[in-house]
């Protein structure tokens, strides 16, 4: 079909817009030639003219292309479709990966994405690129894994302009190696090689107008692997760092990240004399110093963090920032305007200088530790030599500002390559690197309005590497036709070679730049000149029409044109010697060496760790004119050595792009993403594969696509190829559209748009003929239903009009009996109205005369008690007026008494003024004398207080003892209050009894009146239909009580299981932790002994080479036996040992570390080469710490209970107690005097009565010395007692505080009232105490009643039934009634079981103490315990344990040696194969171990049940360790451990563990030994054991997932595919040469490992409750791994596949039915996954948003968003999501609150639920238990 045909009516083409670049169109007339009319989508119509094929417009792709992850798959290539997918893909699928061909095109999203944690990571780990969605991390894994499969060095070149995200995207590849190639080790090369990013992003990365984080120089880092494939180092090699933007900055950018970060952190580093960013010239000049959500201090944090983890000391981080801090204070140095003299005193000229003060200059020269008066002169002046002598040169102020600012470049400069090579340094390797993989994160293509140098070098690299991109295109393609054995044309491709030798080969623009930079008096404008001259021939190079200072460049991308200023001086990077000099000369140790290590590199040769980009005059004039390399020359020498590598190794390409310059996120504007995909050569790509066959089908999938094109009889199902060719046969006529090749089909572009138009058109017209089928079934359907359904209405009518008439006739019938029952009813109850009115009238009347007698006599009676009142208040006024005059009398002769005594006061004072007067001579003597009488009274006051002193205290010892006294008087009255309180509640419960009498009373009276309302209850039958009624509400009320009770008693249940779940949980991953540790502690002492016995055997000379076991691989384990084993290396993929990284490895757990030699007991005979574990040491040391910790709580809690009780009395309590503690000390004193006494008279011989009968009669006088201190203390007390109040009643009523001047009676009285308020507070509490037994009386009795009267309506129920349901609650009564009995009886008989316990120990004691003393009993074994023996089932195998009748009965124990011991521990666990233990009793190792450890405790051994359970325990480690990879060996010692846990449980006494035990088995528990931590040992080894079962479930059913649930088809070819690109899931590279599963049986064969895991954890007797853990946690893996591989493929994505998924799923639920764990909990697991398959059916409209969200609960927010955007349809008969449907459903489910881990993008594959074991009794009798033969166990003897 030609091109033409295909523009007819409705075809859809692309038309050019000015805005959008380009716009959606329809073609509205055929197309015929010259014009085609086409219609816009904004409704314009456009007549578009052509004159060749090539005017036409570009062809749409169908909507089922729309969106493909794969630009290649499109069936037209070209600019239009490329733009719109990516727009698509971005815009509405929140898509920012796509693949074009092999190159990732990145679009930055401005925003944080779910995409990045480690469980994409792990999602993408073993994968081929094209089998998951676009990702950064697939092409990360295409280069491990080419570098693990090739073994060939990779690269991974990551371009695009400022802003596209270059540097995070190479972070995140650099990220996903540092993940899946860390060694297994705890290495910090990982870490390093992350830190290295801060650093460089520091100090190379700045704020531009396109960018915020903008790299400023090109980096290209190599990671290097070692032999296992794991980072064993990194190198870094750098580009042309941008070093003009430290001395300036463009408006709205900043310099670069370190200086503000090192503002923001001045406080901390005040030896820099910082101030605010915006005070340093070389910062302030953007305008503009901050960055939304960036911090520069924590920025800072991280950075020095990054350089202590690097290895930069704190001296070199110190001397680091003073470098940078001097560079601030070097551009604010001033320089300013001066006359200066002459050269040779020729005159004056003009110059500039530096002022005296210049503070920024002091701190330059203080912090680079140089001579700051010689930097003031050479920052002015220059020198200038000639061939005889030097002239000193003044420079102007602008020269000197240019000098200025390129020594503060150059500084930087060199700073910058020392921090590279210190970070190369830290990250180099330390042994030898096998292959590595680059990762080049280099500046794109730019052109701006105006292009200066470094803009062409940018442009310079990007021709290089868009040539080297081109080539290895070309190859790829070429080499997939040679591959295929295609014909093919040659492809023409852009060539770049020829612009870029215009720009480096002899006579071009580098070396005539070189050229003129040489020359003395070389400008740019020259320089221009001979580039018109030279360089006009190129047809790449044109001068532009206007300007002589400028030339134009056609580059691959655009047409840029230079302007030449500052070319020259930007090459040459000129610094003054003097100034280098003078910075060199200083002291500070970094400067020198970075200028020392300048001068060592500074020759002719090429950089090898990063580029030297700076020069400066050496010490020899002559030899460094000859040795200077311009800037143009280094960076081309570095180019391609750049070149040179990357050609070395295989290229992976990234191509970033910056979807619009506002930083907006997920906003797309097609004029910039154009001009970038211009530049990055996507659009050649996609020109080069239009130019071949860019669709690619192999010849099944095109089948089963195009299979509705081709008829039946063509089908050759063996040849599919011949049937391929048959169907393009019939519609694709021109042989050149379509190439068939060995495995693929060739399409032209647009071939296969074509074939989906013709496959499109043949469906819809069998869709047409299956409607017309459909419709005409319906309509017949729809008249035998309408016919039926008459003929049905039509009986039912006249079956209606029957049934009305005969109801009619019963009414009137019904009406007359009605009517006359009424009428008599009436009549009745008017008659008994009337006599109860009647009645009433009487009452009422009589009552109202006698109330009104009643209130007559009220009224007398009140008025007699008024008159009484009034009365008495009359005489009480009357009274008190009187009184009153009397009082105001006397007040006024008293006042007038007064007055005269005052008058005649004053008189007596004006004499004694008189007398003063005539003796004025006599006032000297009488002033000494008053002195004099002052010092005796001070004299005497003194006397008088220590005499008073000296009472006080004879006071208060007697008022102490006097306390004493009284509180023996308390106590006294305490006591009678408490036999009064013990009386108060006799009385209460006398008052109980009556009470009870009360009660019973009462019961009576309802019996009584029970038997009233059974008389009454006849006339209460018309109420029963209401009360049946009421019944019914209320049981109904029931019902729903008791429901939300259950609701609320299963809540709270879920509630602590989840509790309990975490606190297991967050154990087990201690444990693993624990685990962790020891292996590596194990790992490291093989190491340390395996270098000990290389060195032995390097000394002792080559020995021979020794290989290991057959079966030695790199995850098996080095095995416990005395030779250690090693087997050879092989290169394996790491995918084995890294996706289940989070599961411990089994060899990783040694569960003890060895302490040392076992006991001193044990003989050397019986000791192993290899050292035990005492596991009994360490229990008895953790038996100890949970000991001391106990106490130590006690204690805790005995603190804070008394801080608790501190009352306010405490302090008297505290008196009292050390009084009483002294007395106590004394008392001691004086009985260990006496102790010592009679000692004394002991050891002299005599019987010591004399000295005892001293000490007595010396005790019995201090007793009454003491009495006698008692009663003179009580009687001094009582005397001064009345004494006072005696004092104090008498003279000072008014003035009492008199007599208490030294405090004594305020102490007593406070005493008094602490004693006081403690009898009130103990008084209190008694009555609190008694109120609170008083309340729990009144509720016992209010149960009692609520109780009783329950039982009587449940009488009176049980009285209206019938007597056999009577008889029923009758003896369900009884049943109750004899459970309590038969429980009360349980109790007693565990009492008498423990007593009989204790005496069968204590006879067991004295038994072996008599046969210690030689006394020898006849014990007949057989008597000892009688129980009838049990036979086992007889339908067991022949070698079950057999089981005879004997003669006597046996204890159910095994006797042995404790020689023996390490023979049966390795017969019975290391010997024992799965095959043999199959046959026998599940768990009969553990039943055999625990009869062994209760003759050990039957004998009382301490030493050999120790040795004993360390010997099993290690074993059992040790056949772990060696068999892991045996599923049956780890699953029957899972359960042998598990039964051996239940057997100690069983067995230890404990009575919550003896519910189920019979009598016998209560009589076999161990009596002498607590075995508890040693079931927490075997518990823990038991978690151990399970999480290798399940890792090994796991990595058997993980390769079969992914095909059997989403791959999986019933039906073949059911679901269609779409068509693929070069990154289809056919063309890409997988891991392994085939498939391990086949699709079609994956289903089949998981279901089959399922039932087979099932059948070995049943067969080896692993408990039920412990299988449905073990499927829970295999299910949940298996939905994890498929829901993540779902939401990371597109092409699943659709609604046929979700049926398939749901179908494959419905298998599996139907497993677990077959399993019977349907009720469990294990299929809640694949409730994601199912709902994932759900939402890719359900209906996706606007009305079912709410129900989409109901639906998908255990989905996140993200996992639905994510299917929503992938799901495409797979026919075009389909409808897409629309936009406004996902909007709605992220606005519901944002609503839904999310835990973080429900937050997350995919499922945590790695996720454990922590595993509990149920205690699981066993009923199998110990005695009946027999040793088979196969065992080899002879040396055990059943006792």
């Known amino acids: 079909m030609s091109t033409r045909e295909l523009y007819t009516k409705g075809a859809r083409v692309w038309i050019r817009h000015p805005d959008r670049v380009w716009e959606g169109a329809e073609v509205v007339q055929d197309y015929k030639g010259l014009t085609i009319k086409v219609k816009s989508e904004d409704g314009a119509v456009h007549d578009l003219e052509v004159k060749t094929d090539d005017d036409l417009p570009p062809l749409r792709n169908p909507d089922i292309l729309i969106g493909e992850n794969d630009l290649t798959s499109l069936s037209y290539l070209h600019e239009p479709a490329v733009l719109y997918n990516l727009q698509v893909r971005f815009c509405r699928q929140s898509a920012i990966y796509t693949y074009c061909g092999i190159v990732l095109v990145a679009i930055n999203p401005y925003d944080e994405l779910p995409i990045y944690g480690s469980d994409t990571v792990w999602a993408y780990r073993g994968q081929a690129m094209g089998d998951l969605d676009p990702h950064i991390f697939a092409v990360a894994e295409e280069a491990y894994t080419k570098l693990e499969r090739e073994e060939n060095d990779q690269s991974i070149i990551v371009s695009g302009e400022s802003g596209a995200g270059k540097t995070v995207s190479a972070k995140y590849a650099m990220r996903y190696f540092a993940t899946v190639g860390g060694s297994s080790t705890e290495t910090q090369v990982e870490k390093k090689v992350l830190a290295s990013s801060p650093i460089m992003e520091a100090i190379g990365n700045a704020k531009t107008t396109r960018n915020d984080n903008s790299s400023r120089f090109g980096k290209f880092i190599e990671i290097h692997f070692n032999k296992q494939f794991h980072i064993q180092g990194a190198s870094m090699r750098t580009y042309l760092l941008e070093k003009s933007r430290v001395v300036f900055q463009a408006a709205e950018e900043r310099n670069y990240h370190i200086f503000y970060q090192l503002c923001a952190a001045r406080d901390l580093l005040p030896e820099l004399h910082l101030s605010h960013q915006d005070n340093f010239h070389y910062l302030n000049q953007g305008a503009n110093p901050t960055i939304d959500g960036v911090n520069d201090a924590e920025a800072f944090e991280e950075t020095t963090m990054a350089l202590s983890l690097l290895g930069f000391s704190q001296r070199e981080q110190a001397d680091m920032f003073k470098v940078l801090a001097a560079i601030l204070h070097l551009g604010n140095v001033t320089i300013m305007d001066a006359i200066t003299e002459g050269v040779g005193g020729g005159g004056d000229s003009e110059g500039s200088a530096i002022p005296a003060n210049d503070k920024h200059l002091l ?39 240019g000098a200025r600012d390129a020594l503060a470049k150059h500084i930087y400069a060199e700073l910058f390559n020392w921090i590279v090579t210190v970070v190369n340094k830290s990250l180099e390797s330390t042994g030898t690197s096998q292959r590595f993989i680059g990762v080049l994160d280099i500046y794109g293509f730019e052109t701006f309005d105006i292009n200066s140098f470094e803009q062409f070098c940018i442009n310079y690299a990007n021709e290089k590497l868009q040539q080297q991109f081109n080539q290895h295109v070309f190859k790829l393609e070429q080499e997939e036709y040679l591959k295929e054995e295609i014909e093919w044309k040659f492809i023409d491709f852009y060539d770049n070679q020829p612009c870029i030798d215009l720009i480096e080969t002899k006579l071009g623009i580098l070396d005539l730049l070189d050229e003129e930079c040489r020359m003395p008096k070389g400008t740019d404008s020259s320089w221009v000149e001979k580039l018109y001259s030279k360089c006009t021939k190129w047809k790449h190079f044109s001068r532009p029409r206007f300007g002589t200072t400028a030339f134009l460049i056609y580059h691959f991308a655009d047409n840029v044109t230079y302007q030449s200023d500052g070319f020259l001086e930007k090459n040459r990077d000129t610094v003054l010697e003097d100034q280098i000099n003078v910075v060199k000369n200083g002291q500070n140790k970094l400067v020198r060496k970075l200028f020392h290590d300048e001068l060592e590199g500074r020759k002719l040769k090429v950089p090898a760790a990063k580029v030297k980009v700076t020069v400066a005059k050496p010490t020899v004039p002559v030899s460094s004119k000859q040795h200077k390399k311009t800037v143009g020359s280094q960076f081309r020498d570095s180019l391609n050595m750049l070149m040179t590598t990357l050609n070395a190794t295989t290229p992976h ?36 594969s239009a130019a071949g066959f860019p669709s690619r089908w192999t010849y099944a999938d095109f089948f089963h696509r195009y299979r509705v094109l081709c008829k039946y009889k063509d089908i050759q199902r063996n040849n599919m190829r011949a049937t391929c060719e048959k169907i393009l046969g019939n519609f694709i006529k021109v042989d050149d559209k379509y190439q068939f090749g060995k495995t693929k089909i060739f399409f032209r572009a647009g071939q296969v748009a074509y074939l989906e138009k013709l496959r499109a058109d043949k469906l819809r017209q069998c869709c047409i003929i299956i409607q017309k089928q459909v419709r005409a079934f319906i309509c017949r359907k729809k008249y035998l239903r309408k016919v039926k359904a008459t003929q049905c209405i039509q009986r039912y009518v006249r079956g209606f009009i029957a049934r009305r008439r005969v109801y009619h006739i019963r009414r009137n019938k019904a009406a007359t009996t009605i009517q006359r029952h009424i009428r008599g009813w009436l009549k009745r109850t008017q008659f008994g109205r009337i006599k109860l009115c009647i009645l009433g009238l009487q009452a009422r009347s009589r009552g109202l005369l006698a109330r009104r007698r009643y209130q007559q006599m009220r009224y007398n009676h009140k008025a007699i008690i008024i008159q009484k009142y009034v009365r008495c208040w009359l005489a009480q006024k009357k009274y008190q007026h009187t009184i009153h005059r009397i009082i105001t009398v006397q007040s006024v002769v008293r006042r007038w008494m007064a007055r005269r005594l005052f008058k005649k006061l004053k008189q007596e004072a004006r004499s004694v003024e008189h007398v003063k007067k005539l003796n004025k001579g006599l006032e000297n003597k009488i002033i000494s004398l008053q002195q004099r009488i002052e010092e005796l009274v001070k004299e005497n006051n003194i006397l008088k207080s220590t005499q008073h002193e000296l009472a006080d205290l004879r006071i208060k010892v007697e008022s102490l003892k006097g306390l004493e006294a009284e509180t023996k008087r308390i106590t006294i009255v305490l006591n009678d209050k408490e036999r009064e309180l013990e009386a108060v509640v006799r009385s209460l419960e006398h008052e109980q009894d009556e009470k009870v009498d009360l009660v019973n009373e009462k019961e009576r009276i309802e019996k009584e009146r029970k038997e009233e309302l059974e008389i009454m209850n006849s006339e209460n039958i018309k109420l029963k239909a209401e009360l049946d009624e009421l019944n019914e509400r209320i049981k109904s009320n029931q019902i729903g009580a008791e429901k939300f009770m259950k609701t609320r008693l299963e809540e709270e249940k879920l509630f602590l299981i989840r509790e309990h779940d975490q606190d297991r949980d967050a154990y087990q991953k201690l444990l693993t932790d624990y685990n962790a540790l020891e292996q590596r502690s194990e790992m490291l002492e093989k190491e340390i002994g395996r270098l000990q016995r290389g060195g032995a055997n390097a000394s002792g000379g080559k020995k021979g080479h020794e290989r290991n076991l057959s079966d030695a691989s790199t995850a098996s384990v080095t095995s416990e036996l005395p030779d250690d084993d090693y087997g050879y290396g092989s290169v394996r993929s790491t995918v084995s040992a890294s996706s289940f990284g989070s599961h411990q490895k089994l060899e990783n757990i040694d569960w003890n570390q060895q302490q040392g030699s076992r006991s001193e007991t044990v003989s050397p005979e019986r000791q192993k080469p290899s050292e035990q574990t005492d596991v009994a040491l360490m229990l008895k040391l953790q038996q100890k710490l949970k000991d001391v910790e106990k106490e130590r709580n006690r204690l805790q809690e005995r603190i804070e209970c008394l801080e608790k009780e501190d009352s306010p009395s405490d302090d008297a309590t505290r008196t009292h107690d050390t009084f009483k503690l ?42 009454d010395r003491r009495r006698e201190e008692c009663i003179q203390l009580h009687s001094v007390l009582s005397n001064q007692t009345k004494g006072l109040k005696s004092v104090a009643s008498n003279n000072y009523s008014s003035h009492i505080d008199i007599i208490n001047e030294d405090g004594e009676l305020v102490l007593a009285f406070e005493a008094q009232k602490k004693i006081n308020r403690q009898l009130e507070d103990e008084l209190q509490a008694e009555k609190t105490r008694w109120q609170a037994e008083r309340n729990e009386f009144m509720q016992e009795i209010e149960r009692l009643k609520e109780d009783n009267d329950r039982q009587q309506k449940l009488l009176s129920v049980n009285l209206m039934k019938s007597p056999q349901t009577q008889t029923e609650a009758f003896m369900q009564h009884e049943i109750t009634r004899l459970t309590s009995e038969n429980l009360d009886l349980q109790e007693k008989f565990d009492v008498l079981s423990e007593q009989c316990r204790k005496y069968r120990k204590q006879i067991k004691l004295l038994a072996k103490k008599l046969k210690d003393a030689g006394v020898t009993e006849a014990v007949n074994d057989g ?19 057999v089981v005879r009748k004997k003669e006597r009965d046996y204890l159910g124990m095994f006797e042995y040696r404790k020689e023996d011991e390490q023979i049966i521990v390795r017969h ?78 069983q067995y230890s006494g404990d009575k919550t563990f003896q519910a189920e035990n019979t009598p016998k088995q209560i009589e076999q528990c161990l009596h002498n030994f607590d075995l508890s931590e040693y079931r927490q040992v075997l518990s823990d080894i038991a978690v151990w054991i399970y999480q290798g079962v399940i890792r090994h479930l796991e990595e058997r059913v993980q390769p079969m997932i992914v095909p059997a649930i989403l791959e999986h088809e019933a039906i073949s070819g059911l679901s269609g595919q779409k068509p693929g690109g070069m990154r289809g899931r056919a063309s890409s590279v997988v891991r392994e040469p085939e498939s391990p599963v086949d699709i079609q049986k994956a289903l089949d064969t998981l279901l089959q490992e399922l039932s087979s895991f099932h059948r070995s954890l049943g067969f080896h007797g692993v408990d039920p409750e412990l299988i449905v853990q073990v499927f829970r946690q295999l299910f949940y893996f298996i939905c994890a791994s498929s829901l993540n591989n779902l939401l990371l493929r597109k092409d699943l994505c659709h609604w046929t596949k979700g049926m398939q998924i749901r179908y494959n799923l419905s298998h599996l639920e139907q497993w677990i039915r077959d399993q019977r764990m349907q009720e469990t909990n294990v299929p809640d697991t694949l409730q994601p996954i199912i709902q994932a398959a759900q939402l890719l059916q359900a209906r996706k409209t606007d009305e079912d948003v709410q129900s989409v969200c109901d639906m998908c609960d255990k989905l996140s927010m993200f996992q639905i968003i994510k299917i929503l955007n992938l799901y495409t349809p797979a026919d075009e008969f389909e409808e897409r999501v629309p936009v406004s449907f996902i909007r709605k459903i992220q606005a519901t489910l944002q609503e839904r609150t999310e835990s973080q881990e429900q937050a997350a993008l995919l499922m945590e594959t790695k996720f454990s639920f922590p595993v509990r074991f149920p205690f699981n009794p066993s009923n199998i009798r110990l005695e009946d238990i027999e040793i088979p033969e196969c065992l080899n166990l002879p040396m055990l003897k059943k006792v």
């Open 1423 to 1441: 008597d000892a315990v009688s129980s009838p023996a049990g036979i086992l089932p007889q339908d067991q195998r022949s070698n079950l344990p």
């Open 363 to 401: 701190l330059l020269a203080e912090l680079l530790q140089l001579d700051a008066s010689e930097m003031r002169s050479w920052l002015c002046h220059r020198k200038i030599v000639s061939m005889r002598e030097v002239f000193f040169k003044p420079m102007t102020v602008t020269e000197a500002v």
């Open 1222 to 1263: 002294q007395e106590l000390e004394m008392e001691n004193s004086k009985l260990k005097t006496d102790l010592a006494a009679l000692r004394k008279v002991t050891a002299d011989g005599e019987t010591g009565g004399q000295e005892l009968l001293k000490q007595l009669e010396a005790s019995q006088l201090e007793l």
């Open 1468 to 1545: 019975l666990i290391y010997d024992l194969k799965p095959r043999v233990a199959v046959s026998l009793l599940p768990g009969l190792p553990a039943y055999i171990l625990f009869m062994c450890i209760r003759h050990t405790d039957f004998t009382n051994d301490d030493e050999k049940v120790r040795s004993l359970l360390t010997a099993t325990i290690n074993t059992i480690k040790k056949v772990i360790k060696k068999r892991h990879e045996d599923l049956d060996t780890t699953v029957l010692w899972l359960s042998n451990t598990l039964r051996l846990l239940h057997n100690l449980k």
């Open 653 to 688: 390409y990234v191509r970033c792009i910056k979807p619009n310059d506002n930083k907006v996120p997920f906003e797309y504007n097609p004029v910039r993403a154009v001009q970038q995909l211009r530049a990055c050569g996507v659009l050649e790509t996609i020109r080069i």
